[in-house]
């Protein structure tokens, strides 16, 4: 009886140290939002707005032509209206203007290992007025984009890069079509 008189405060004191170390981690998840908590009643509301630049189809023209050689088409298609909640600071980037185009590419050959399975992506352009506000809209996006908490802009693979005064956002429907974005990104990054 002693005995057991000796290890129920050992074990009150293992037990209640756990708890807290879970009650912070909970803390910690409450605190992250969600893709499923944006909007809200604090929500903060930014507009990027874009512009037309003249002369803009030089990467594009260039990048049809390696999508071509590797077996995609590439179609313009229509602009659909674009955002990224930033998960830290309880906001939302909405582009905007006419500097905003959007095109498709779609493989002829289905993903190695599969029958039916056509990689495909989108490629987005934001267009600005400058090299530096191309730069400061890019550090936006890319804050909320790669923003922490729980998928803050759903689980889809996407990918940001800038090129000049041009953001390309690169998104895919499927996690094994990630490397064609990352290929792709990398290639509109380095395009001079």
């Known amino acids: 009886m002693k005995n057991q008189l000796l290890f129920l405060p050992l074990l009150l004191g293992i037990f209640s140290c756990g708890g807290h170390k879970n009650d912070s981690l909970k803390k910690e998840d409450q605190e992250a939002l969600s893709i499923e908590d944006i909007p809200n009643k ?13 002369d803009n189809t030089k990467l594009i023209i260039y990048l049809n032509g390696e999508l071509k050689k590797s077996g995609f088409s590439f179609e313009p298609r229509e602009k659909h209206s674009i955002s990224y909640n930033n998960c830290e600071e309880n906001s939302i980037k909405i582009i905007a203007g006419d500097g905003i185009r959007e095109y498709f590419a779609r493989s ?46 759903g689980k889809a693979p996407e990918n940001l890069v800038i090129n000049g005064r041009e953001v390309y956002g690169l998104s895919t429907r499927a996690e094994m079509f990630r490397s064609y974005i990352e290929k792709y990104s990398k290639i509109i990054r380095n395009y001079h």
């Open 108 to 153: 002829n050959k289905p993903e190695k290992g599969t029958k039916d399975f056509y990689p495909d992506f989108v490629i987005r352009v934001y267009e600005f007025n400058s090299e530096t506000e191309a730069e400061i809209n890019f550090k936006k996006l890319s804050g909320a984009l790669y923003s922490k908490g729980k998928h803050c802009n």
């Open 42 to 54: 604090d929500t903060v509301y930014d507009t990027i707005k874009t512009q037309n630049i003249d």
